[in-house]
């Protein structure tokens, strides 16, 4: 059952050998060694799998690692420049200091980061439509959206 | 009378002992946890359990200090606090303090991270024991050099000799040694004008850990061999397994399945193997039938016909008057429904079991209370068992972290050698949690002819808000179902129900009685426990007293309100609202408690509006003024509000787990749905400093008065009053 399968992340190919129906999260996670994405709900509701597929930010936990060859993954450690700088959005989260467990963030800076690609200079309800499949439980939303802003302000 | 805590006494002499050096004259026959009154002069916080300094922190040899606590980083921050007092003590950069969170055998034992108690026992604790290795170090300098205190400057963990360009690191003062001495009351800390890092908003260091990506969660770890599992949970409660067909069980990577009673657990050499074996041992597995759950009727009135146990909380003067109702009495009902942690993240613990050890690496808030009941589920030697506190999803109370562990115990003792990555779905999460618990609340009142409360009569309806693991193995999950199973010991009237019961006002005659059931769903602690049932009711009675009064609902509170510190919060969140206008179908609602009535101070207000045709309500602002007494880190604070106030507004207007005949229903965020951004108000917190004053627990004050303020302002906006949660359209709308 298992299969070699080719995927691009973070800008480098990477060929694991796996049951192609394994939801990308748990490659990401396990064959690549990734924390950025976290497993939240499997059912893309909450939004802590998100990576980008093509800069779109997109839930991983459901969907098969199969239709992910010749897709360009992004996970939150590939928003990092090769010398450690750090991508707008997650400076902003950091300075910010938006995260308390911070177990959704991963999610939140993806989104955020596909959000500000649309949209550069967003406005309070453009914030909130683009982050709405994300969920938090420590309440950080107000403090995520002063991140946002400030990314969008910075970049 | 005092609420009842885990007793961190019984594991004392293990911890020492493990240390390996127990110094002379160390009482082991010292004060118990839940009623710490040391001698006088009293050590502080958590010390009155352990007090050498290097139970608190080591002198590292490349000059860095190791501080020691037995709490968890929760998301609160904590870890930041503590480096933040320690550094400021030692004259240490914040870079070359670490942290060493919580786990047995190696940090003292300070119970559960619970009850906002963290910065009042863990970092006072860790101050003074800074301060006292400070004191130590000079004296070992002075006495190496045979000079004066004076001519001695301590910075960045080195002490120099002035004018002499003689410098000796901490490390070599102590020579391979650490500092073995007890801390008296007595020790001299630092003045606080002279703070660099205390008072002032420092950056957590992990979150910029989390935003790229590191490993950080107990979700992260990759131990080298690690195979993944999951648990088959019963269709309910009380479903025993009648079978399970092994033989014709086969799921590709299959390693095991554990069956030992009616827990059922797989192991698998990739995770997805362990999904979709989970998946498929359902049907292999036979369940018994069980007494089905009380449903078709309305929660609120069934808790009230279950068997009580009935205690009065507190009396004075009488309440008869009560009896007569008249035009200056008021009577009123609260309810609210079981809701949960609703941890974004699924509980998750890797255990280890080598040799004759058992490694658990785990998010628990109490490493020590939770390896004494794994220890006694697995009838080992507590001293083989060895838990290292992880950072988890944020929990703010008694989620799964300890019944993963207990799982991930089980499935490593019957798969030894392998390190075992236990991980809930999110259903096992949603399903199997224990909620804090649905509540009922009676309140009576009778007003004089200025507005003033002379009479008051609370009775609350609920279920324990504890059944952490305290030691007892019938507290965890799993222990129930084993094939020797041990029972669940329930702990009624010590649960926490009553938290916040008593109103912080003037009153000259009430009575406060609780009533505890055993409800139909398993609970524990949920942020504030009971407070946030009861700061609810209270507040909200408090707004519809001030509506009979014909007064300010502020100076409501303020009129019945002795403390300065409590009218203080409220005049500025007067100061704040006074200016906010409000258009049609807008209203703001004002709430205020003092959390545990010793705690943090806490005034609320928030801002609706409302839709009446379709009842909806929009929250739109809302702000929060706290005193906390003196704040380590203000940042740290401002965040815990903010969040705990929107996570509140989520609790009062959506939230409520729901159950059918089987077993609960609400299995995921469609069936549980919680705020999401378009939901969000915005939040802005204001706090008084106290910087003189002893730091105040504070992760858990705006709980209750954020549900209150919210149902208040709906009552402005709309003119209805929701006394039963969570808010429903219906009854808004109109």
Redesign the interface.
């Known amino acids: ?1 298992e299969k070699d399968l080719t995927l691009h992340v973070n800008g480098k190919q990477h060929t694991v050998r ?2 192609p ?3 990308l999260l ?1 490659v990401l ?2 064959q690549l ?4 994405p ?6 893309e ?2 939004g ?1 799998c998100m990576v980008l597929l093509d800069g779109v930010a997109m839930p991983s936990c459901k969907i098969p690692v199969e239709s992910m060859e010749g897709r360009k993954i992004t ?3 590939g928003l ?1 420049r090769p010398d450690g700088t ?1 991508h707008p959005v ?2 902003a ?2 300075e910010e ?10 999610g939140m ?1 993806m989104a955020a980061v596909a959000l500000l690609e649309a949209n550069k200079q967003p406005d309070d309800a453009a ?3 683009g ?2 499949r ?10 995520i ?1 002063k991140a946002i802003r400030r990314a969008a302000k910075e970049s | 009378m005092k609420e009842s805590a885990y007793n961190p006494q019984q594991s004392r002499r293990k911890f020492i002992n493990s240390l390996g050096c127990l110094t002379i004259g160390f009482s082991l026959t010292g004060t118990r946890w839940a009623e710490a009154t040391p001698s006088t002069p009293a050590l502080p916080g958590s010390l009155a359990l352990e007090d050498r300094i290097n139970a608190w922190l080591e002198v590292l040899a490349d000059g860095r200090v190791r501080v020691l606590t037995g709490k968890m980083e ?4 904590i870890r930041t606090a503590i480096a933040q007092v320690a550094a400021e003590e030692l004259d240490l950069d914040l870079g070359q303090v670490e942290v060493h969170l919580a786990e047995t055998g190696r940090t003292p034992n300070e119970g559960y991270t619970a009850g906002s108690g963290s910065i009042e026992h863990s970092a006072m604790a860790v101050r003074h024991a800074a301060a006292a290795a400070r004191q130590r170090l000079l004296e070992l300098a002075d006495r190496h050099w045979s000079t004066q205190p004076e001519q001695l400057q301590i910075t960045q963990g080195k002490i120099s000799r002035r004018g002499t360009g003689q410098v000796l690191t901490f490390a070599e003062l102590l020579n391979g040694k650490q500092l073995e001495e007890e801390v008296k009351p007595s020790v001299k800390l630092k003045p606080k004008n002279e703070y660099r890092y205390v008072g002032k908003p420092i ?2 260091t ?3 850990q ?8 107990v ?2 770890l ?1 131990l080298p061999g690690m195979v993944h599992a999951r648990v088959v949970r019963p269709p309910a409660y009380r479903a025993r397994l009648e079978s399970f067909d092994q033989s014709t069980f086969k799921v ?1 990577g299959l390693l095991k399945t554990v069956v030992n009673g009616s827990f059922v657990a797989v192991v698998t050499e ?4 362990a ?1 979709q074996a989970q998946q498929q041992a359902r049907e292999h597995a036979r369940w018994s039938r069980t007494e089905p759950l009380p449903t078709g009727q309305d929660l609120e009135a069934y808790i009230k016909t279950l068997p009580t146990r009935s205690q009065n909380v507190k009396s004075q003067g009488t309440v008869s008057p009560l009896d007569q109702p008249d035009g200056r009495t008021l009577r009123a009902s609260y309810f609210k429904p079981y809701q949960m ?6 509980s998750c613990a890797v255990a280890l079991y080598e040799g004759d050890t058992l490694h658990v690496w785990t998010h628990t808030q109490g490493v020590y209370p939770l390896r004494d009941a794994i220890a006694k589920m697995l009838n080992m030697d507590p001293d083989k068992v060895h838990l290292k506190g992880v ?6 109370g008694h989620n799964g972290a300890d019944d993963v562990a207990a799982d991930a115990a089980l499935v490593a003792v019957a798969y030894p050698g392998k390190p075992v990555r236990m ?1 809930w ?2 259903e096992d999460e949603h399903a199997w949690e224990p909620y804090g618990s649905a509540m009922r609340l009676e309140a009576e009142a009778r007003l004089d002819d200025a507005g003033r409360i002379t009479h008051w009569r609370y009775a609350l309806w609920s279920d324990s808000h504890s059944s952490r693991p305290g030691g007892n193995p019938g507290n965890l999950l799993a222990a129930r179902y084993l094939a020797k199973p041990f029972n669940p010991p329930g702990s009624g009237y010590a649960g926490g129900a009553f938290r916040n019961s008593e109103p912080y006002y003037a009153i000259p005659n009430y009575k406060i009685d609780v009533h505890t059931f055993e409800g139909p769903l398993r609970v524990s602690a949920l942020r504030s426990l009971g407070a946030y049932g009861n700061v609810f009711a209270i507040e909200s009675f408090m707004d519809e007293l001030s509506v009979k009064a014909k007064k300010d609902p502020l100076d409501f509170r303020i009129m019945h309100s002795t403390d300065e510190r409590a009218v203080a919060v409220m005049q500025k969140l007067k100061e704040i609202v006074r200016s906010v206008k409000t258009g049609p179908n807008e209203g703001i609602g004002v709430a205020f408690s003092r959390y545990k009535n010793t705690a943090t101070y806490c005034a609320v207000a928030a801002q609706v509006a409302v839709d009446k045709a379709s009842g909806q309500v929009q929250v739109e602002r809302m702000w929060a003024v706290i005193d906390a007494g003196e704040v380590i880190n203000p ?1 740290g604070i401002i ?2 509000t ?6 509140a507004a ?1 609790w009062t207007l959506k939230e409520e787990v729901l159950f059918n005949q089987q077993h609960v229903s609400s299995r ?3 069936s549980y749905p ?5 939901d ?4 802005e917190i204001t706090l008084i400093p106290r910087p003189h004053d002893e730091p105040l627990g504070a992760g858990e004050a705006a709980q209750g008065p954020t549900a209150a303020a919210l149902v208040n302002a709906i009552y402005r906006a709309s003119g209805k009053r929701i006394r039963h949660l969570p808010v429903r359209p219906e009854e808004v709308a109109g």
């Open positions: 059952m796996i049951d129906v394994t939801p748990y996670r396990n060694e990734l924390n950025g976290k497993y939240g709900c499997g059912h509701v909450c802590a996970t939150l450690e990092t750090l997650q400076r989260f950091v200091q938006a995260a308390q467990c911070g177990y959704c963030l991963n800076v914030i909130r439509a982050m709405e994300n969920l938090c439980r420590c309440g950080t939303q107000t403090r959206m | 929760l998301g609160q921050g950056h957590r992990d979150i910029e989390m935003v790229r990506g590191e490993s950080v969660y979700h992260d990759r590709p990739q995770e997805y193997q999904v942690h609703g941890s974004i993240g699924p950072p988890g999803s944020g929990c703010y991980q779905m999110r940042d965040n815990q903010e969040g705990g106030m929107v996570q989520s995921d965020w469609t919680i705020f999401r951004y378009s969000v108000p915005t939040v």
